[in-house]
């Protein structure tokens, strides 16, 4: 059975924060990087193996691939997901439901500035599709916080609970 440490929201992927912040704190084995470019992408999978350290197994998926891969109930690892945007997590979170594969919380660590996203924290930008896939990860019973390290103290995306 798949323990699964965190699933992580962050555009960026794999950097050094998930590295030496995340994988100390966590202790988990595999990193699982659910994204369809990256998963299309061999320079991007090249450059996100090279971010990872050796004692680290890397899976880059498709979203798809990824889904499949979870949902195997013989695999025995503890792994930290990641995804670069919230479709990605829902997909994810709505797939692990229908399996009864529990996840407690997702992390929102980074969502990169753009002119159509509006600034809610100092490094998550938001739009109207973000803040209804959080919703409805919530509504799931998954708690959705941003923390971008470890060491922060969690915020609640929706303070009004």
Sequence with gaps: MIDIALLRIDDR??????ITKWLSNLKFDT??????K???DPLEKTLLQMATPNKIDLKVFSI????????????NLKAFILVRNTNAALKIVEKL???????ELVNV?????????KKIFKAVWVDDQDIEN???????GIKTI???IPEEKPIPFFNDK
Excluded: C, W, Y
Aim: proline share 2%; charged share 25%.
């Design 13 to 18: 992927l794999i950097h050094g924060q998930i």
């Design 31 to 36: 990193i699982i990087v659910a994204d369809d």
């Design 38 to 40: 990256a998963a299309n």
């Design 64 to 75: 798809d691939q990824a889904i499949k891969f979870l949902t195997d109930k013989t695999q």
């Design 97 to 103: 439901t229908e399996a009864n594969i529990r996840l």
């Design 109 to 117: 660590g980074n969502i990169s500035m753009n002119p159509n996203k």
């Design 134 to 140: 959080l919703k409805k990860i919530e509504a799931l």
């Design 146 to 148: 941003v923390q971008v």
